[in-house]
């Protein structure tokens, strides 16, 4: 089956710094990426929606400055915590699909858990 | 705008006994539905999916959904649970919105599975 990883599993940064984090495709080429965020207790909520080579379309309420996601490749796309603070401390995780088709199923990493002190 | 309901968000069985796990959706056209298990600290791992067809679908584990559109459901049942089977259940739906597909999960179902 199609798999995708993340990378870092686990960070623990300082208020005020930048985190980066890493999705890849191990085995096939991601047209589309989405990163979601997820609270204890809750479920996925989505934060964007990124299409190798264009701007990532953000969620209403989501800092697209704060942010930052690039999908520089088919099987590479970054999420970057910018200035973080403790309120940014959740799982974050990615998915990626083969296809622009709506239909096309959404394989999932395996999650990052960010925590800000 | 889509919308998913997962009326139990935690639910107790015994090993060996059967389960049934609720998803109700909203949706103005035909959904694509999905199951999604999390276990802690993990992502997500599909467990099934229904696009169209046959509306009991087969999934891994041996877990089987039945899409009901008249009732706009689309629940999760297994025979027998195994104590491995503890972890959060997700129903998803995906749909079109602004051009862009977007999945959109339930508040998952958390499965506590005793001896």
């Known amino acids: 089956g199609a798999v995708v990883s993340q990378h870092p599993s686990w960070v623990i940064c300082k208020s005020g710094t930048s985190v980066k984090i890493e999705c890849r495709s191990l085995?096939?080429?991601?047209?589309?990426m989405f990163w979601y965020r997820q609270f204890p207790k809750q479920s996925l909520m989505l934060m964007a929606t990124?299409?190798?080579?264009?701007?990532?379309?953000?969620e209403q309420g989501v800092e697209k400055d704060k942010f930052l996601i690039n999908h520089a490749s088919l099987t590479l796309s970054t999420l970057t915590v910018t200035s973080a603070h403790p309120e940014d401390s959740s799982f974050y995780i990615c998915?990626?699909?083969?296809?622009?088709?709506?239909?096309?199923?959404?394989?999932f990493g395996p999650g990052t858990r960010l925590t800000v002190l | 705008a889509q919308s998913v309901t997962q009326p139990d968000i935690h639910i107790t069985v015994s090993e060996g006994a059967s389960l049934e796990l609720r998803c109700n959706y909203s949706?103005?056209?035909?959904?694509?539905l999905f199951w999604y298990v999390q276990s802690p600290g993990q992502g997500l791992q599909l467990l099934l999916k229904?696009?169209?067809?046959?509306?009991l679908v087969q999934g891994i584990k041996g877990f089987e959904a039945e899409f009901k559109r008249s009732q706009s459901s689309f629940n999760l049942r297994k025979p027998s649970v195994h104590w491995s089977d503890a972890a959060e259940y997700f129903c998803?739906?995906?749909?079109?919105?602004?051009?862009?597909?977007?999945?959109?999960f339930g508040i998952g179902t958390k499965l506590q599975v005793i001896p």
């Open positions: 998915s990626a699909r083969m296809s622009l088709m709506q239909s096309d199923t959404q394989y």
């Open positions: 085995d096939f080429q991601a047209t589309t």
């Open positions: 990124s299409n190798e080579g264009s701007k990532a379309t953000y």
């Open positions: 949706y103005g056209a035909t959904p694509y």
């Open positions: 229904y696009f169209s067809g046959d509306t």
């Open positions: 998803a739906v995906a749909g079109n919105s602004g051009g862009y597909q977007k999945v959109t």
